[in-house]
């Protein structure tokens, strides 16, 4: 687990599901871990002289191993409102609405096109803008997710999700962090503007 940004910690692991690294986040100030799978090594008890509070997921499809966080740590889990219909028949997920504070410091923003609970999340202390599935970045360049993961219309929900980015342009940030894939930690809004032209 690495501090790339002071307060932000990242970490990869394979995805069970879909067999290729992903990426994790633990922000301490906010007592917040993001979309998270166990870290490798030793796990959870990396986290065992300052647990977590909450597990964010930044879409109702990164529950990944917030269980097992929930079941160590007793910290709650969180998503955007309009996923909680995945979580009917457990486990127990609370919402957070879009504007608000999903953790101390930790804003929610919409995002939406590819699923109705797609968000971003402002790391404001951090400066950072993590994004969930929207947008991923393996290697040096931004990109899309397949076409394959965007449903029927993958232009519609490409022109929908610049148009939805491009609304956050005016938010305070200059890292990216993703879901999926390496962080750019400088010239992050420059990076996406430049990709929604």
Sequence with gaps: MDEIIPGVRRWTAKHP?????????????????????????????????????????????????????????RCTIHCPVPGLHEFAGGPEVRGFEFGEEAA???????????CPDESALLLRDARALLLADGIIRYGEELSFVPDGYLGDDPEGVKAGLCEAYSKLLDRDFESLLFAHGTPLLRDGKRALRDFCG
């Design 17 to 73: 599901k879909i067999g290729i690294e992903v990426s994790s986040h633990w922000v301490p100030g906010a007592g917040a871990v993001i979309d998270p799978l166990e870290p490798p090594g030793d796990g959870l008890d990396a986290f065992a002289e300052r647990p977590p509070e909450r597990v964010l997921l930044s879409n109702r499809h990164h529950l990944r191993h917030s269980e097992r966080f929930g079941e160590r740590y």
């Design 104 to 114: 101390p410091g930790i804003e929610a923003l919409e995002v939406g096109a590819i």
